[in-house]
């Protein structure tokens, strides 16, 4: 069985809850190491990692698209 913890953000420092469901679907996807980012820090840097990719295309982004995306993903989907 898993227990939630707390745990550290090391990104923005902040404490942030592992849930026993969070650990248990990890560890069924191989994951056997306890995550470093919280959750928003997490949705940041695969942002920026997806606008990366983009900047190594070379593909031109609208400024349009930018703003649209983070609204987007600043939205609570919970
Ligand atoms: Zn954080």
Avoid: W
């Amino acid at each position: 069985m898993y227990v939630s913890k707390i745990l550290i953000c090391t990104v923005c420092g902040e404490e942030f809850v592992f849930t026993a469901d969070a650990q248990q679907y990890l560890a069924e996807k191989g994951f056997i190491n306890d995550p470093k980012r919280c959750k928003s820090c997490h949705i940041k840097s695969k942002q920026l990692h997806r606008q990366n990719k983009y900047h190594n295309n070379g593909t031109p982004i609208p400024h349009i698209t930018i703003t649209e995306q983070q609204k987007n993903i600043d939205l609570p989907k919970e």
